[in-house]
Nanobody
Framework: QVQLVESGGGLVQPGGSLRLSCAAS????????MAWYRQPPGKERELVAS???????NYADSVKGRFTISRDSPKNTVYLQMNSLKPEDTAVYYC??????????????????WGQGTQVTVSP
């Protein structure tokens, strides 16, 4: 079965940095878009950044210039480098990916998967 597992969250002071990782595991043939979402307390989940298989990136305006998304395709892993963190960045961060599984019977479509989230807290 395919799973996404996030790591790297924690408590950091304003202005500090964290690097989140998300590793996909299972019988994976290929991964298309990978993305990071976050859900601050009392707010809805929002897109933070995304990256295509070709390396094209998109960022939310609130994190542009501070966060960097990258991926290591052979390791099926996506990263989010977060610099100059603000209290407003406090949220549960979720990994998301479109993944195609191996099949020797028929071609499989891309399916969307979510990680279970990792807590990022920015506080003095």
């Amino acid at each position: 079965q395919v799973q996404l597992v996030e790591s790297g969250g924690g408590l950091v002071q304003p202005g500090g940095s964290l690097r989140l990782s998300c590793a996909a595991s299972g019988s994976i043939f290929s991964i298309n878009v990978m993305a990071w979402y976050r859900q601050p307390p009392g707010k809805e989940r929002e897109l933070v950044a995304s990256i295509t298989s070709g390396g094209s990136t998109n960022y939310a305006d609130s994190v542009k210039g501070r966060f960097t998304i990258s991926r290591d395709s052979p390791k099926n892993t996506v990263y989010l480098q977060m610099n100059s963190l603000k209290p407003e960045d406090t949220a549960v961060y979720y990994c998301n990916a479109d993944i195609r599984e191996y099949s020797y019977i028929s071609s499989q479509p891309f399916r969307n998967y979510w990680g279970q989230g990792t807590q990022v807290t920015v506080s003095p």
